[in-house]
């Protein structure tokens, strides 16, 4: 049985998303795969940048068309995640970012709803013609990089950075497609 589903933000959703980003905050935490929450004032110029990052004739400059999907929990109703899934690369992403990237909040963390989460982005990213999704992850983020593998992820590379070492996994939706990584 699923324990979440992958919904498109809306209004209804003000108090939730406003929840969790204060959980996160309070936390210290970084809020990947949120469309910017944590920058915004409030919820509405949250949603109206996440509205323009829909489609390629709105997007905010620097940026390629994405969808962020909350992750609910069908038992509750509880915002559990956020995944950003970003519909193409650029020369920035295609080294550093990556097609997908998603948080959980803290309180949710270490039962399996981050491997949950990014299963149902996939099925979304195949959707979307995505035949190859890259996905990258701190290599100190052991708990990242196994949700990758877990979801299918073959380690290509590992790219230095001035603080870190990010890891780059590449998931094939297409099994026809092009293998070579």
């Not at 589903?5 to 204060?22: I, S």
């Not at 995944?83 to 020369?91: A, F, G, N, S, T």
């Not at 970012?97 to 990014?118: N, P, V």
Request: glycine share 8%; aromatic share 8%.
């Amino acid at each position: 049985m699923k324990r979440l589903k992958l919904v498109l933000p809306t209004p209804a959703y003000k108090e939730k998303l406003m929840d969790y980003k204060r959980e996160f905050i309070e936390n210290g935490d970084s809020l990947d795969g949120t469309a910017g929450l944590r920058k915004a004032e409030t919820f509405e110029e949250w949603y109206s940048g996440f509205c323009d990052n829909l489609r390629e004739e709105t997007v905010r400059d620097g940026l390629v068309p994405a969808t962020t999907y909350m992750a609910i929990s069908t038992a509750d109703g509880r915002l559990i995640g956020m995944i950003d899934i970003r519909h193409r690369l650029d020369d920035y992403l295609l080294n550093f970012g990556g097609h997908i990237g998603y948080s959980i909040r803290k309180s949710e963390r270490q039962q399996g709803y981050a491997t949950e989460m990014l299963g149902l982005a996939l099925s979304e990213c195949a959707k979307l013609n995505i035949k190859k999704v890259l996905i990258t992850c701190d290599k100190d983020n052991v708990a990242s990089a196994r949700t990758i593998i877990n979801n299918g992820g073959i380690l290509e590379n590992e790219i230095p950075e001035e603080n870190r070492i990010t890891q780059r996994y590449w998931i094939i939706l297409d099994k026809d497609y092009d293998n070579n990584l």
